[in-house]
């Protein structure tokens, strides 16, 4: 007979334990599963922050299973959907024996498209390069693959150039009226989606879904009884991106793109629809160009004066428009030309609110790359919006990550969110923190401000990494100053050097962990969501706290209106998002229990100014020191007992 509680079948006496392989029970995350079973129950709204090792994600698969309740769990990244998916929930439930059936469900744009597949292959332009090639593999992939996912071709990277055109957006997909509707991937993932128990989506399908109602899950919704975010600390930018609007010239250009292949398929005969095209594409460039050459981030409204901006704005909405009429007049000759009409109102609405009409509870700004732009509007806070979801309807909603709360606080995350009624639970990292780190302040450093800072950090870095053996990440809060730090390392450092940039994340780690002596250097994609166990990364160096730039337009605007309330900005909003950013990027250090390291703090702040004590508070009990003898002494000592083999641990 199973046990009937959570807590019981995380015990040594579980169906767990006999799967897993060094298994022990751990009292945190029999609590956490305590907890989490209750607000099931309840339909009640729970927090928990639990951390590294304390093994959350049996913590709350384990009650997710025995509850018999339809269920969805959003995930950070398609990489832990996949993980939890694919390993985690199949091993929970063949250990319960529970029947209980599972769905994993993606955006759109990670299923082929066959109509589009098609489209590809019409294409003259793609006769160019490896392009046919692909396209071969693809379609012979089409012809035995079950459910599409791009994920499934080993032969061909997900970044590849080419899985845009063979995908669809909600802006290109035909609906109901496309010829392969019935063969669809994305509908027959979302009818299994539909009648599963347990269903994997991920953070930015959820909201996408329930900001635009586009991909397709709001029949799913709805039906569900409990909702659990696992890396719940992503969700208020997540949700501030998708709760906004935005326009991009990439949208313009797909837009183009698009209109020309359908109107050579079905051969409207609109002779202004190539013109057309082609002003657009060229009003498109101009805007980007009037803006200058350098990329920028800033508030729309400091473009007030900015003539030429306003000019080539003002020719972009005029061509727009036009070829919005003229796509009106071929919406008749096919359902593809139909859709790009409704794509170009679409698309010319979005230009004219940002530019012309921004609602006060919203901050209007853009971003320009070397080639591209886009222009967005940003809600100063979802806690409004993101209440009417909670509301409609009974469900339960559970919050989990390793790092939610600032000295054992939830109430910024709880704010943001508007949670501040939910119950909360805090678990520590059962890691021997005292033993297994150290964390180094570096004496002598300038203020970050200084033009020389990074190159002093670099020289900081050095003897450290001599005495690590490399075995090292470099994380910087900046491109800039990731860009000065590679050029200062190249000639200098006695190991593979690896750096953001030059090949995929994936890439990058895989060559991490093979050669085992690397350095890597990266900046906000390797803050979080990075699992290397063992030695491989045994020293994390952090250039400086990571503060937001103070020229971000958002973290302008919010700020401008907290003061404007008679709130401290910094206090309740910039602190606790560094805080949280940080606890993101020593959490890269140790992730197993023989894990050994030293944490390199190198920003002079985190001592000498009072709200240094908030970011060290909130951090795991790590030995401090200002020695680097401290350091080489650390990495000298105990290596045999390093070099013991690894003990599996609860997920």
Known sequence: MLPVTSKDILGIDGPLAGRLEGYSPRRAQQEMASC??????????????????????????????????????????????????????????????????????K???????????????????????????????????????????????????EDAELWPLVTSTADNCLGSNCSYYDECFVNHARREALAADVVIVNHHLFFADLALREEGFGQLLPGVEAVIFDEAHQLPEIASNFLGISLSSHQLTNLCHDAIAEDLKEHSGIDALPFGVQRLEKAAADFRLAFGVEPRRDAWEKLEYAKSVHAALAELKARLTDFSTVLDAAAGKGQGLANCARRASDLLDRLMTISESPPSEYVAWFETTPRRFTLFLTPLEIATAFQRHLRDGKKAWIFTSATLAIKQSFAHFQARLGLEQAETGLWDSPFDFARQTLLYIPPGLPVPSAPEYTDRVIDVALPILRASRGRAFILFTSHRALKAATVRLRDRLDYPLLVQGDAPRSELLRRFRELGNAVLLGTSSFWEGVDVRGEALSCVIIDKLPFASPDDPVLQARAAALEQSGRSPFAEYQLPEAVIALKQGVGRLIRDENDHGVLVLCDPRILSKGYGKIFLASLPPMPVTRSLQDVERFFSSDLPARRESRVTSPA
């Not at 489209?119 to 079950?146: C, K, N, Y």
Request: aromatic residues 6%.
């Open 36 to 105: 989490i079973e209750q607000a099931l129950a309840d339909y009640s709204v729970f927090i928990a922050e639990s951390g590294t090792g304390t093994g959350k994600t049996y913590a709350y698969l384990v009650p997710v299973l025995l509850s018999g309740k339809k269920i969805l769990i959003s995930t950070g990244t398609r990489h832990l959907q996949d993980q939890l998916y694919h390993r985690d929930l199949p091993l929970v439930r063949d250990a319960l024996a529970v029947p209980v059936t599972t769905a994993l469900l």
């Open 107 to 157: 955006g759109r744009s990670n299923y082929l498209c066959r109509y589009r597949l098609e489209q590809a292959e019409m294409d003259t332009h793609l006769a160019a390069g490896r392009a046919p090639s692909e396209l071969v593999m693809i379609r012979e992939w089409s012809g035995r693959t079950r459910h599409g996912d791009i994920a499934e071709m080993s032969g061909l990277s």
